[in-house]
């Protein structure tokens, strides 16, 4: 095989092989506005601290908006983008996020829950609207900008956050 032939067998390959829901680069796609406001969320979590002494992670739900899904390769994007500096959870129902044998239904695992409006076609900015709770009766709406993050210039295996929270408001 020509190395022609091989160069265009192996980038339809790659281009067979992405996610229908990426970005195109320097915009903020699905997934990249969602681990983006989980970023912004872990920052604004106090710490939950064991019984042994040992910090835990932010545990963040994230469920979509009524009548819509958050797509589960979105979903896996985030876990994987997420995994070393927070627990995220997802569920397809706001119920399943609070703990009704606590009192003050709280958010299961002392965590926090991201209700995620429609998302924004991507773009180089999008507005994100949420609501965060902390118990049942505690919701709080907020409108994130989300900006996109130019590539890293270094060629680390740490994956460089995609899309960073420049502002949160409340409506």
Known sequence: MSSALLVAVLA????ASC??????????????AIT????WQAG?????????DEIQLPVIYVVADAGTTIDVGVQ???????VDWATVRFADDIADTFDPDLEGDPVRDDGVMLLVGPIPDPARSIELSLVRYTSLDDGEPVV???????????????PAPRATVTSATQP
Not at 19 to 32: Q, R, W, Y
Not at 76 to 81: G, H, L, R, W
Request: proline content about 8%.
């Open 76 to 82: 896996a994007d985030v876990a994987e983008s997420t």
């Open 144 to 158: 994130v900008t989300i900006v996109s993050e130019p590539a890293p210039d270094d060629t680390s295996d740490a």
């Open 12 to 15: 339809a390959f790659a281009l």
């Open 19 to 32: 996610d229908d829901n990426e970005a195109a680069s320097g915009e903020v796609g699905p997934a990249d």
């Open 44 to 52: 604004e979590q106090e710490p939950v601290v064991a019984a042994d």
């Open 36 to 39: 983006a406001a989980v970023a």
